[in-house]
């Protein structure tokens, strides 16, 4: 099945730190990946679609300047928390498609906390 | 606005037991889809059941099935013969009508008993 890589699984820096995460299609191509955020205990709340090619689009509430998206091929998005600070610590969680139609579920990555010491 | 909503924070199930998870859901839309992701303690977010508007038969993948009642609007995941190893957070999740982003309810914490 398609499978999402996600790295790093885990990041633990300093306060000021910008923190960049990775999201790779690795057996299909993704026009659209989604960045989503999870606090302890919550669901998931999206953050904005990475669109390749374009720029991400971004769901109200959240910083475009904090986290920064950029979606240069059709495998790979990366997503960077700018100047980091411990009220960002939280899990962070991609998603891509595989292929078109309604049927076809989203496929995440394994997922990166980030603590912001 | 859709809406997806659990009303199940936490669940506890036997060994061998079967178990619902239920989900509501609220749209004006007529075509939509619907889906059930699984969330062990690792946090990765696996892909169970999808379930259709207009599928005229409850969905069925393996062990896990779907309670799907249009009128009610609900759509219960459904767990037979349940194991140690779908101790997990369960969200109910809806496409956005000409999107295909997700809204996830707030999920079912469930464990299984041995």
């Known amino acids: 099945g398609a499978v999402v890589s996600q790295h790093p699984s885990r990041v633990i820096c300093k306060s000021g730190t910008s923190v960049k995460i990775e999201c790779r299609s690795l057996?299909?191509?993704?026009?659209?990946m989604f960045w989503y955020r999870q606090f302890p205990k919550q669901s998931l709340m999206l953050m904005a679609t990475?669109?390749?090619?374009?720029?991400?689009?971004?769901e109200q509430g959240v910083e475009k300047d904090k986290f920064l998206i950029n979606h240069a091929s059709l495998t790979l998005s990366t997503l960077t928390v700018t100047s980091a600070h411990p009220e960002d610590s939280s899990f962070y969680i991609c998603?891509?498609?595989?292929?078109?139609?309604?049927?076809?579920?989203?496929?995440f990555g394994d997922g990166t906390r980030l603590s912001i010491l | 606005a859709q809406k997806i909503t659990q009303t199940q924070p936490g669940m506890f199930v036997q060994e061998k037991e079967a178990v619902t998870l239920d989900c509501t859901y609220d749209?004006?839309?007529?075509?939509?889809?619907l889906f059930w992701y699984k969330q062990p303690s690792s946090g990765e977010m696996i892909f169970l059941i999808y379930?259709?508007?207009?599928?005229?038969q409850n969905a069925t993948e393996g062990r896990y099935s779907l309670n799907f009642q249009k009128a009610r609007k609900s759509a219960n995941l459904v767990i037979s013969a349940s194991q140690l190893g779908d101790s997990a957070m369960y969200f109910c999740?809806?496409?956005?009508?000409?999107?295909?982003?997700?809204?996830f309810g707030t999920g079912t914490r469930l464990k299984v008993l041995a």
């Open positions: 998603s891509a498609r595989d292929t078109p139609g309604r049927r076809t579920p989203q496929h």
């Open positions: 749209t004006s839309d007529q075509s939509y889809g």
């Open positions: 990475s669109n390749e090619g374009s720029k991400a689009t971004y």
């Open positions: 057996d299909f191509q993704a026009t659209t």
């Open positions: 379930q259709g508007s207009y599928d005229e």
């Open positions: 999740a809806m496409r956005e009508t000409g999107t295909y982003k997700y809204i």
